[in-house]
């Protein structure tokens, strides 16, 4: 049976030679689901047609393309491997906040149950690990893999030990998006790496690149949560604030606005109203000010990084990705 054309999101229209390697990557991961059970089958190849902005094996892509490629295939398989694993851990933390939408579609779970997206999440980080074994042969890569893996992991835990915490500083949060987000990106980079010959000097700038990214883009993401609607946003606004996650914008005001602790305090009982009001006392107290400024921090030090690695067009590719996604409003 011939596969559905997947339509991948227009920003790489106007770059056709990464385009047509991440519709090979998604060909890859379609080819590596393999799973006795016919529902988490059809569900994640459903799932993975759909294209999407595909950064993360976009950046591992890149990156690799600075240098010599070693085996192109292999690359084209690690840029599933990081795929799969932001995938799975989007599954799952749908499962966790129980969320019906994703962007403007229904959630994973929404869409299959939670029983799939469970078994789905699961598959997809097993399928990670092997992926990892099977085409990384450097046993020093192999274990820097792992230690990423167990850092985004431990980024999740340390999100959930922060639930309802209203003592939080903006220290925490750092590392908290650090773990969940920045090292994702550091992952996508540093598989690029070692599918390629880099010097030193330059993995240690690319990685340095990825990281800031990842920090500017989780909180920019955070942002719109205060200055986007439902329909922007895809999701429901301020969601995250009565399931315990605390974002930039209210941490840099909670812990000077009495108010808006009182009003945490009422934890999942908090209503729309009073979600509203957060939203309102966190705008006119500067909040969003403070932390697009947090952002700004990360992006100039990112594009700086940038500036540092050799003249390429995967150089300027990056350059154009990223001020799309530190520019972008939904």
Known sequence: MSQPTVTLHPMWHNYPNIQIQLEA???RITQNIQTSDDAVQRALVETFQSGGKLLRPAFTILIASFN????HEALIQLAATVEMLHAASLIHDDIIDDSPTRRHVPSFQARFGKDVAVYAGDILFALT???LADYTDDIQMIRKMTRYLETILNGELTQRVNHYNLAMTIDNYKEQIAGKT?????????LGLSASRPTADFANKAL????NVGMAFQ???DILDYTSDDTKLGKPALHDIREGVYTAP????MQNHQGISELLAKRETITDDELRTIKTLVVADGGVEKAQSLALQYTEQAMSDLDNLPDHESKDILIGISQLLLARED
Request: proline residues 0%; without cysteine.
């Open 25 to 27: 990557v998604l060909d």
């Open 68 to 71: 010599e490629v070693k085996d």
């Open 129 to 131: 690990f092997r992926a």
């Open 182 to 190: 920045a090292a994702l990106f550091e992952l996508s980079a540093q």
């Open 208 to 211: 340095s690149f990825a990281n």
């Open 219 to 221: 909180i920019l993401d």
């Open 250 to 253: 209210l941490i840099l005001t």
